[in-house]
């Protein structure tokens, strides 16, 4: 099995009875091995198996329990390098 780690900043947490919420429903998620939320810094930290969810399943939580996934977590950036030996 592999482990991927995911952290995604969260809006709209208001109190830690939001964040436990979320952190308990993220945890339901088949494949996800530990969720954590850190109230204060409005992260979601999630350990999962990719080949049995991903993002899109965590956002989709998100947004029925009325909080926000800021955009900027969800790009991919590539960046490529010459030059090195």
């Known amino acids: 099995m592999k482990i991927a780690t995911k952290t995604l900043h969260v809006k709209g947490m ?5 964040s436990a919420n979320l952190e308990r429903s993220i945890s339901k998620i088949e494949g996800v091995i530990k969720a954590a939320v850190n109230l204060t810094t409005e992260k979601l930290t999630v350990e999962y198996d990719p080949e049995q969810t991903g993002v899109e399943q ?3 939580i998100i947004d029925k329990l009325g909080f926000r996934v800021e955009q900027d ?11 090195m030996n």
Request: hydrophobic residues 45%.
């Open 58 to 60: 965590f956002t989709e």
């Open 73 to 83: 977590e969800l790009k991919e950036i590539t960046i490529l390098v010459e030059g």
């Open 14 to 18: 208001a109190c830690a009875a939001c």
